[in-house]
Structures are given as C-alpha cells and as structure tokens.
C-alpha cells in the first residue's frame, strides 16, 4: 500500500511538471491554432534566468518575476519577427517557424548563460512530507498548486471574458474577427506573452525538483506537448489531466514493471487514446456545416 | 453618410476595380447589383479595411476611412454581415452574438441580443448550440444580427441570400427592410437583384469592376437592359 502511495506521489510530481508545461501550449494554440515548440525554451529560460539573476544578487522572488517577464517580452519577439512578418502561411509553415526558433533561443542560451546544470534551493526546504507512508517533495506540492492555480486562470479566462472568447474567435475566423472589431495582431501578441510567461513560470516552479540548463526544453517540450495531445489541444482541463496522466503512468510503469519501459507504456497509452479519440480525452468534435 | 471616389484594388497583379464612384446617405438602402465577378465583394472588402485599397478614396460620416484599420472601422458605426457569412463556427450562437458587440460592456448589450432574438426567434432557441451546426439560413441570421450588435449607423451586407430557400430569403429581406425603423443605413450586394432592387431605394449596376448603370430603384427595374441581364424578364 506504501508502495503504492510513493508511486502514485512520485507520478503526481511528474505529472504535475507535465501539467504546466503543456498548460503553457493552450492560449497560443486557441489564438492561431500553432503548437509552439518553441514551448520548452520557455520553460528553460523561466529557470536560467533565475538562476542568473539570483546569483547576480537578486532574491530568489525577484529573480523569478524577472524571468517571467524577460520571457514574456521573449515571446513578444517570437510572434513579432518570426509569427506576424509569416502571416498567412499555412499553420504547418509557422510551426515549423516554431521549431527554428527553439533550435535558436536554445543556442543562444548556451551563449549567454552556460553549458551547466543548475538548480536553486526549493522554495520551503527540501524536507519530504510523509502521506500514509510514502513522501513527497515539499517543491513537487509547489508544482502541483502552480498548475491547478494557472488552470483555474486559463479556464475562467476562455469561458468567463470577452477577451478569452476573441482569442478563440482569432483562431476560428481571423476576417470575421476583425470586422467586429478585435485588433487580432493584440491577440496574437498577448497570447505570445502570457503562454510564454506561464512556460517562465513552470520552469521557476520545477527547476528545484528537475534542475535546469540551456537544453532542458527539448525533453520538457515534448513531454509536455504529448501531454497536451492526451488532454485535447487548447482545452486546459485536457492539459491538466493529460499531464497528471501521463505522469503516473510513467511512475506505475517504472514502480511496477520496469524504468526501462516508462516512457515507452506512456506512448502506448497516448497512442490507443489518440486511435479511440482523435481529439484527446477532452478534446471537443468540430461540427462544422458549409 | 458614406462616400466612395475612384475606388481603385487589385488581386496581385490584376486590377479588379476600376474607379468607382458610390455614395450612400443617411437612412438609405443602396444596393450594388451584378453578375459572378463583377467586383461585388471585393468593393464591401475594401469598405471593411481586410482589402487594401490601391487609389481612390472611402469617406465616411465626414472622415477619410481609407487608411483606418478594418478593426478599428466597426467603432465607428461601420459593420459588415460577411460573404460567406464567416460566423465563428466552435462558439455558441450566443457567444457570436456577444462577440458582435466586442467593442462594448454595457446594458445596451443584453437589449441589442434581445432585439436580434426577436428578430430571428430560431437563434433564441438555439442561443446555446455551436454555431457550426446551425443551417446555412441561420448562419445567414446569426452573421446580420452579430453585425448588428456592434451598433452600426451603416450595415453593410454581401450577398445575404446566397444559397438559400426562397421562403428564407423573403425572410431576411423583410429584416433588411425594417432595417430603416432602426435608422440603420443599409448598403447591400446582391447577386438576387429583383429582390434586392424591391427593397431598395437606389441601386448601382457593377459589370467587371466598374460602375455602369446607377438610379432609383424603380428607375433600374422598369430598365430594359436590367430586365434583360439580371432580372431574367
């Protein structure tokens, strides 16, 4: 039963970081229908640049808010000279955009920051809390609140406010979009600022537990795009429960089989839900009549 | 109210309006008939900002219009009902119509949305289903009222019977009728010109871009040539 308990948490833990990450694809892929794998570099940069700019004298607080808005006007640039001057590209050009990008901002990363593994203490101590047996990271509790908080945001966001809803109609019919008057160019940018902004916040939340460096965004990317898939693209109750989900998986199967099998059950389990359901567990049917 | 002078755009590198000249005022219905091609949904394009003007000049309610961006257009009393009628298909009929009024917050939002229900009862009923199921006349319904509800002095509609049953183009038309009670200026682009010509006050023939025959409405529908080539007659 202890067993069980640690499995479970471990996978929690995981998951949890997955969760975040792929909350992070949502608002871009609702405002333009890209996945932006340019995602993980976020992430990256949200730890690094805490790691630089605390051991450069800032508290660690300040240090993180710094890196969440340095990364913030990162994807500002991204969509500015790299998304808007492609504008009416077909979305598979402008994923590809994407691609570059990361391959870009990883390399830059190695210049600027270094090729080091780096961490800063976990926010409360690294004392693990003790659950009918097993334990969990004080800082794993951290990444799991950090996701639920910036679920409940993203959820109230598409289905509470205006706003939310022009990202969504920017996406499903940028002409009609403007002729009710949304600035779809605002949209664009602020879905670029805020998704990356959430990506800088994930990696402040997981450096702790996972550490970082220049190239950790590939694999976090990844990871969390399959998570997002599993959920249903764009839907941030798909994100959360595709990450959680993939995250134990990954944990029962290493527990119980084998860590040699973890990620290769997980990408069975992502693919029999994707030949089931095309669209992710949550992922709505389009029901589109011409 | 609405003025447009040697109105000039191209595809690329084929011209597909030649100057036209066109003014709609206060109160009116104005509607610009032709064939296929004519240029018909490209002039309601340029007048909307999501088709770039390359000469000539759109002057509206006193302002040059010709360099405001299409977003910022619907602010100033100017809204367009779509060719293809472009209603936001994975959003709920009411969604579509709040996002109508996008430029607004008040009171007046909830009122507009009744008055579009009462309007066009079916969208009540179906206020809340995605609007990508609806029918092609519904969609029709759902893109005038979300133009609509962003308060225009001057509504401009492409093609709003295209594809559908005449029983709900008799319906639609009898909307743009009552359009007048509203003190909503209507400028509409039809294919169908004997229906768009009987509820209008004046009307422009467009052929290949350019602006042959203009008058009153009934001026044009007693005309020989426009009995011949569009009114099938």
């Known amino acids: ?290 | 109210m609405l003025n447009v002078e040697g109105l000039r755009s191209r595809y690329g590198r084929i011209e597909v309006l030649h100057g036209i000249d066109l003014a709609v005022n206060s109160g009116e219905i104005v509607t610009v008939v032709g064939a296929n091609g004519a240029g018909k949904t490209t002039l309601l394009r340029c007048l909307s900002g999501v088709q770039p003007v390359t000469g000539g000049s759109i002057t509206f309610r006193g302002e040059s219009f010709t360099a405001v961006p299409a977003y910022r257009r619907v602010g100033h009393g100017l809204a367009q009902s779509p060719e293809g009628r472009q209603i936001f298909t994975n959003l709920t009929v009411e969604e579509n119509l709040r996002l109508g009024a996008f430029l607004y917050a008040d009171d007046r939002v909830e009122k507009d949305m009744q008055t579009a229900f009462a309007m066009f009862p079916i969208l009540k009923e179906k206020r809340n289903l995605a609007a990508g199921g609806l029918s092609g006349g519904q969609q029709q319904m759902l893109a005038i009222t979300r133009a609509l509800m962003g308060r225009p002095s001057c509504l401009l509609l492409d093609e709003p019977s295209m594809g559908l049953a005449p029983i709900i183009v008799a319906q639609i038309f009898e909307v743009v009728k009552s359009m007048r009670d509203l003190d909503v200026t209507v400028l509409l682009v039809e294919q169908n010109a004997y229906g768009a010509l009987k509820i209008a006050d004046r009307g422009y023939v467009l052929e290949t871009g350019r602006v042959t025959m203009q008058g009153s409405a009934a001026e044009l529908i007693a005309d020989p040539r426009i009995r011949e080539a569009y009114l099938g007659i």
């Open chain 1, 1 to 290: 039963m202890a067993e069980l308990m640690q499995f479970v948490l471990s996978g929690l833990t995981v998951g949890a970081v997955y969760a975040l990450v792929a909350l992070g694809f949502t608002i871009i892929y609702n405002a333009s229908d890209v996945v932006n794998f340019a995602q993980g570099e976020f992430v990256m940069l949200g730890g690094m640049i805490t790691v630089f700019a605390n051991m450069a004298g800032l508290p660690i607080p300040l240090a993180a808010l710094t890196a969440i808005v340095v990364t913030a006007v990162a994807g500002v640039a991204l969509n500015k000279l790299a998304i808007e001057p492609a504008r009416g590209a077909p979305v598979v050009s402008l994923i590809i955009i994407t691609i570059g990008a990361s391959i870009f901002m990883r390399g830059l990363a190695q210049v600027v920051f270094d090729k080091q593994l780096h961490r800063f203490p976990a926010f409360t101590g690294d004392t693990p809390i003790m659950i009918m047996g097993a334990t969990i990271l004080p800082q794993a509790l951290w990444v799991l609140f950090g996701a639920l908080v910036v679920f409940a945001g993203l959820w109230a966001f598409f289905t509470r406010t205006l706003t939310g809803k022009a990202v969504l109609a920017t996406s499903n019919n940028r002409l009609a979009a403007q002729l009710v008057g949304i600035n779809t160019n605002w949209v664009m940018t602020m879905s670029f600022a805020l998704s990356a902004g959430i990506g800088a916040l994930a990696g402040v939340l997981v450096t702790p537990i996972t550490n970082t460096s220049y190239d950790v965004g590939i694999a976090l990317a990844l990871k969390g795009f399959a998570a997002a898939m599993l959920g249903g693209m764009g839907n941030p109750i798909g994100a959360l429960v595709g990450g959680l989900l993939l995250g134990l998986i990954e944990a029962l199967t290493a527990g119980y089989i084998s860590s040699v099998y973890k990620d290769a059950a997980a990408f069975v389990v992502i693919l029999l839900v994707l030949f089931f359901m095309p669209r992710g567990i949550f992922g709505k049917s389009s029901t589109d009549r011409v």
